[in-house]
């Protein structure tokens, strides 16, 4: 008798193909055999009746542009009283005193929310999506320094004018009070926004620079010292800011340490087994308890920890390959690097941690009972999760370099034929080729009916995104998750 392990174990059956090049001519890309293009072809049999009238997908409130109001208006409250202070402006020093005081204030508020945003708080985290809170956070950090670097300027400069160079520059980092800190913390923020720049971090491995980058914790709280000294903080205004400083902390220590250290002694997950899908891509089966209260949707990631040699110490994000069952949860990865590489070593029993559920590519970012998910490579993982469990009328493109890139298709195969739903296979070097506004449309009709979700390399769905926008999908409805924060 086949144990509930052996079946999930089994290698994978046949499959079929389509190539959205049919329509564009093989100008570009490999075709798939005579056999697989017979077998494309029968899923858009013309005539084929569609299914029911697509709902016109609600306008929603983006919760977004929601917490992005909240953010800015948290920055004109905490600079209210340095705008108050404006009409007593009266000399070139003033002028510039005004200006460091405020460009100090936008850079201490700027530097607690960009811990908060990566605090891994479940509501920002599910309603806007790691990787946009990440790209916030790259982003807010470059404004944080850019401010940082003008307060001292003009700091500098605002002493200068009034009591001479050497007071305005040595005399203030030597003498002034918590300027020794905060020249401190922000050479350390410069040294970090340095190693962030793209040309820099992708020289270093993604390790080294993630540990880097713990040094701003330090810069923040360097510059925290260094801020209440400063003339805006007597009475409430200095309650609010510690207020503001101890809420963010608590924050952090509770989702990226509380949380995760009380789930793993709760579902003590562990590794039940591994299932290799091809020469380079293997699903990795973890078992628990209470595995349910983990509260995970199909298309989210954890960042997984595998208490093992050389693995221990590092947390990588991985999705969900699978729905999430009361007994196991699944991970599709592919060997990329030193840690997706040591996973096709795991041995089963080994302990692991998850951190999450995370990500915000989930069924519930569609308003229209037509799906259809592209998904490229590796990027399939979280997108089988979708394709059996999305409601609607689902269609899934998938596209790889290498038929052997295809993993998981008598899955998806048979998850196609369980629910009626169609797969399109396309292999193309470029991953990028088959994904014009032309191709699209005539590969789904109605596409602009449809919410869509993509998942791949940078590359493909930046191009996706594009394809689609040229095939009339408004903006709301594509929903894109990157393997590269
Ligand atoms: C939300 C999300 C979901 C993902 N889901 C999957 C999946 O289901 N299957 C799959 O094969 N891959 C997935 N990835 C990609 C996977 O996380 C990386 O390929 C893996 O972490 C690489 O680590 P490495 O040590 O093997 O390689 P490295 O050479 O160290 O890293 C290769 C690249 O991976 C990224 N990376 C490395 N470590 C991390 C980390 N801790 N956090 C974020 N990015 C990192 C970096 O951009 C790095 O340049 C996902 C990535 C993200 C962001």
Not at 48 to 61: E, N, Q, T, Y
Not at 95 to 105: D, I, K, M, S, V
Not at 286 to 303: S, Y
Not at 356 to 374: D, E, F, M
């Amino acid at each position: 008798m086949t144990t509930h392990w052996e079946s999930l174990l089994r290698p994978p059956s046949e499959a079929r193909w389509v190539s959205l090049l049919d329509d564009e001519g093989p100008a570009t890309g490999r075709r798939p055999s005579g056999r697989a293009r017979a077998g494309g072809r029968r899923s858009r049999t013309p005539g084929s009746p569609p299914d029911a009238a697509p709902r016109k997908p609600a306008l929603r409130r983006r919760p977004g542009g929601f917490v992005a109001g909240l953010l800015w208006t948290g920055a004109a409250v905490a600079t209210a009283g340095c705008w108050a202070d404006l009409p007593d402006v009266a000399s070139t020093a003033d002028g510039l005193a005004w200006l460091g005081r405020l460009t100090g204030l936008l850079a201490g508020y700027g530097a607690a929310i960009l811990v908060a945003l990566m605090a891994r708080i479940p509501y920002l985290d599910r309603t806007i999506g790691s990787d946009r809170l990440s790209r916030w956070h790259a982003l807010g950090g470059r404004g944080t320094l850019a401010l940082s670097v003008a307060h001292m300027v003009f700091a500098m400069a605002a002493r200068a004018v009034g009591s001479g160079v050497w007071e305005g520059t040595f005399g203030l980092v030597l003498y002034g009070p918590g300027i020794l800190e905060a020249t401190v913390s922000l050479a350390l923020l410069l040294a970090v926004g340095l190693i962030s720049a793209r040309a820099i971090r992708s020289r270093m491995s993604y390790e080294a620079w993630h540990h880097a980058h713990f040094l701003t914790y330090l810069a923040i709280y360097l510059g925290f010292a260094h801020q209440l000294t400063g003339p805006s903080f007597g009475g409430v205004g200095a309650w609010a800011w510690r207020g503001l400083y101890l809420g963010v902390a608590a924050l952090l220590l509770w989702h990226r340490f509380a949380v995760p250290v009380m789930r793993s002694r709760r579902h003590r997950l562990r590794v039940a087994g591994l299932r290799r899908e091809s020469d380079d891509v293997v699903s990795v089966y973890i078992a628990g308890d209470d595995l349910a209260r983990l509260g995970a949707e199909p298309g989210q990631f954890f960042r997984w920890r595998f208490l093992t040699e050389g693995m221990w110490w590092a947390a990588n994000p991985y999705s969900l390959s699978a729905v999430p069952s009361g007994r196991h949860l699944r991970i599709t990865v592919k060997a990329a690097g030193a840690h997706s590489r040591a996973l096709f070593s795991l041995t089963p029993g080994t302990r692991v941690w998850a951190e999450g559920p995370y990500g915000a590519l989930t069924a519930a970012r569609s308003r229209s009972s037509r799906i259809l998910l592209i998904a490229g490579g590796v990027g399939i993982s979280p997108l089988r999760a979708l394709f059996e469990s999305m409601p609607g009328q689902v269609t899934l493109l998938y596209l790889a370099r290498t038929v052997e890139d295809l993993v998981l298709r008598g899955e998806l195969d048979a998850i196609a034929a369980a629910r009626g739903a169609r797969v399109h296979y396309t292999v193309n070097e470029d991953l990028t080729v088959p994904l014009t506004g032309r191709s699209l449309s005539r590969a789904i009709p109605d596409l602009a009916d449809h919410d869509v979700f993509v998942c791949g390399p940078r590359g493909m769905t930046r191009k996706a995104l594009h394809a689609l926008r040229r095939a009339g999908v408004p903006k709301r409805q594509i929903h894109l998750e990157n393997f590269d924060f």
